[in-house]
């Protein structure tokens, strides 16, 4: 069983900025050959692609809209995936959720939410203007 534990969330001003942290667990669990990656749901909307990393953080993905603004990385010591997310604006408000691609290729950062085994229970951001 693989466990996904966000933490970081909060009540932020918009133009603020935010560190979203992701914590991998489970026996015999492999992080170093998982892709992860982070998406969010905003109330009333789908859930929504935001970033990804593949197996070395060497290849990265972004969402459009958060492209310039979020940064993804991994410590794969530490089994952890971060999301700094700068310049927060109002529209970013969501329940942000990690996810993992177990035994993912290497040179694979999924952005489909269908490619992913494992996801966290989400971590709560508001931002007020």
């Known amino acids: 069983q693989v466990q996904l534990a966000e933490s970081g969330g909060g009540l932020v001003q918009a133009g603020d900025s935010l560190r979203l942290s992701c914590l991998a667990s489970g026996r015999s669990y492999s992080f170093t050959r998982s892709a992860v990656g982070w998406f969010r749901q905003a109330p009333g909307k789908e859930r929504e692609f935001v970033a990804s990393?593949?197996?070395?953080?060497?290849?990265?993905n972004y969402a459009d809209s958060v492209k310039d603004r979020f940064t993804i990385s991994r410590d794969n010591d530490k089994k952890t995936i971060y999301l700094q997310m700068n310049g927060l604006k109002p529209e970013d408000t969501a329940i942000y959720s990690c996810a993992a691609d177990e035994n993912a290729i290497l040179s694979v950062a999924p952005t489909a939410e269908s490619q992913y085994d494992y996801w966290g229970q989400g971590t709560q951001v508001t931002v007020f203007s």
């Open positions: 990393i593949n197996r070395n953080g060497k290849i990265t």
